[in-house]
């Protein structure tokens, strides 16, 4: 198999990541980088050997060497170029959250045709016990699901020396705040982990800005959540229950569980040394007994290779890539939907 030809755009926060993965594997061949800072680009492509710079991604993709791209920037004005790419032959891989909103996803459905396209949510599905968890949900071992959930909080630390990245917390950049900068995520992983099975169908939620006393840990004009929970109900009546917050006035949290009629599944999203994973398993006579069920080091690497490397792939055996546009369509249309309930105060529902 030759490998596939990428071009990355955007060498700031994520894309250099993308550029090391690609550098590392055989099944692919970094061609060219752009970015609008030029030193920012010359910089990346001498430190991962890229043949090739560009001052824009219009640049890039105009490229008759190039394949595939990456698209490592911003949100706002990410689908316009993928839209651009697309048309131009390229297959397309967009770092999270998938776009602005579930229309621009889409457009970018509309325009793939036959090529691939990919979004970067589905990062931490390649960490190992993902696949533990996958295969053991699949089993049926839990029985009929009721309740998937996560809570994830983050307390606020000491304020920050540097300037966090302005785009961060910006509706008009990146589309939202923390929901879509790790909500993401977090509902890629849970519907990944239990087999793409759930029908999300409605949505109660809220979300919340940064406490006033924390105002000076972010920049000037920030407008988007840093907290929302919100409780979705699925086709069949299971529930998807979420919480996430950073900036928190209280000590963190992590919790995540799987539960079913037959027992429950508690497990991390994230690594760990070593990471386990709990069954709670049940019978009539003896009640609830606690076994682990997976227990071992995981390789952190593969939440920044991952995306990439099966990406390309999926471009040369003809396969779909681990989160296609239609998997990243139902995370944008839930992310919508919270957005729309905690704007009104009331449910929304999910087409």
């Given amino acids: 198999m030759s490998p596939v030809r990428l071009g990355v755009v955007g060498c700031g926060v994520i894309g250099p990541t993308h550029m090391k993965a690609a550098v590392e594997s055989p099944l692919l061949d970094l061609v060219a980088v752009a970015d609008l800072i030029d030193d920012r680009a010359k910089a990346a492509a001498e430190k991962f050997s890229a043949r090739k710079t560009y001052r824009s991604g219009a640049e890039l993709i105009e490229d008759p060497e190039i394949e595939a791209v990456v698209l490592a920037f911003p949100t706002g004005k990410r689908t316009e170029l993928a839209l651009q790419a697309l048309a131009r032959g390229k297959h397309v891989l967009v ?18 045709g036959k090529l691939k396209a990919a979004c970067c949510s589905s990062r931490f599905r390649f960490l190992a016990g993902a696949q533990v968890a996958v295969d053991f949900i699949a089993s049926g071992a839990l029985g009929p699901l009721r309740v998937v959930r ?31 900068n790790w909500g993401c995520y977090d509902l890629d992983y849970l519907l990944g982990i239990t087999g793409w099975t759930l029908r999300p169908r409605v949505v109660l939620a809220q979300t919340w800005t940064i406490p006033p006393q924390f105002e000076s840990h972010i920049p000037p004009g920030s407008d988007a959540e840093t907290y929302y929970t919100a409780l979705i109900r699925c086709e069949g009546g299971a529930v998807m229950s979420l919480e996430r917050g950073e900036f928190m006035p209280l000590h963190g949290e992590d919790a995540w569980q799987v539960i079913g009629t037959q027992g429950s599944l508690t497990l991390k999203m994230t690594w760990g040394s070593p990471k386990k994973l709990l069954h709670d398993a049940t019978t009539p006579d003896g009640g609830v007994a606690t076994e682990t069920l997976w227990e071992d080091e995981e390789d952190g690497s593969r939440t920044s290779s991952g995306p990439v490397t099966d990406f390309a792939a999926a471009i040369r055996e003809g396969r779909d890539p681990s989160t296609t546009l239609e998997r990243a369509l139902v995370v944008q249309q839930i992310t919508d939907a919270i957005y729309a309930s905690a704007l009104s105060g009331h449910e929304a529902e999910i087409a």
């Fill in 150 to 180: 996560c809570r994830n909080i983050g307390p606020c630390g000491p304020k920050p020396d540097k300037p966090r990245p302005e785009w961060r917390l910006k509706r008009a950049l990146n589309g939202g705040g923390y929901l879509v």
């Fill in 95 to 112: 770092e999270k959250p998938v776009a602005m909103n579930a229309g621009e996803v889409r457009q970018m459905i509309a325009a793939r």
